[in-house]
């Protein structure tokens, strides 16, 4: 069973600091997702991380896959209030019986940056 | 529109009463998903569409739940009988069929079971 854990779940970060947040996961993929969630919302696409390596970068975000280590990071520079949010990563089993649907997400990390 | 569309966007219904929740995906997007997300379970996979047919069906809780896409497009959700652990957001995503693509995620249908 693919499991996927995401850390820190609660993150307090002050403006102007960087931080990053960790993705781990069991087994095998080469499909990473990452999303944004306001309260009250839906999930806001941010990342498509599809290979070994892979570096994406928008704004003050930036989402790196590392497949042999089965690690993702959402790295976040210099952060501003706008950034407060949940953040999730979703990874797709390769394999899975050719399903293309079925992401495992993370349970969230919940974000407050703080002036 | 240009985002993937469902309705309602709130429901409120009473415990053993059935539901039907809609979803619209973008407009040529031949992959369509839902999930759930709920306070103690996070978001979890629910089925899969590829055009018509549903390859993956694996994440139904029970055969309460039920989903069908007709014309490759509008999917429905259906849940009879409802229970109060059904309460939940159900989300409708969709994506190009192809494997690696974004998948785009619609506002939800927030339902409550009383």
């Known amino acids: 069973e693919l499991k996927v854990e995401q850390n820190p779940l609660f993150l307090s970060m002050q403006e102007g600091k960087n931080y990053t947040i960790y993705c781990n996961y069991s087994t095998t993929s080469d499909r990473l997702y990452w999303y944004r969630q306001d309260p009250g919302k839906s999930l806001e696409s941010l990342f498509v991380?599809?290979?070994?390596?892979a570096v994406k970068q928008e704004g003050r975000l930036m989402a790196s896959l590392d497949t042999k280590a089965r690690l993702s990071t959402l790295h976040i520079t210099a952060a501003v209030h706008d950034l407060s949010a949940t953040y999730f990563c979703?990874?797709?089993?390769?394999?899975?019986?050719?399903?293309?649907?079925?992401?495992?997400f993370g349970k969230g990390t919940k974000l407050s940056v703080k002036p | 529109g240009a985002g993937v569309s469902q309705s309602p966007s709130n429901k409120v219904t009473e415990k053993g009463k059935d539901v039907e929740l809609r979803c619209d995906p973008i407009s040529g997007h031949t992959a369509l998903y839902w999930y759930r997300q709920s306070l103690g379970q996070g978001l979890e996979f629910l089925i899969y569409f590829q055009g018509n047919s549903a390859p993956d069906k694996s994440g139904l809780p029970s055969d309460r739940f039920s989903a069908e896409r007709t014309g490759g497009s509008v999917s429905t959700l259906t849940i009879q009988r409802t229970q109060q652990e059904d309460s939940a957001v159900y989300l409708c995503a969709s994506s190009l069929v192809a494997a690696g693509n974004t998948i785009y995620f619609g506002e939800g249908s927030w339902l409550t079971v009383v």
């Open positions: 991380l599809l290979s070994n390596g």
């Open positions: 979703a990874v797709a089993p390769r394999g899975y019986g050719g399903s293309q649907g079925n992401l495992i």
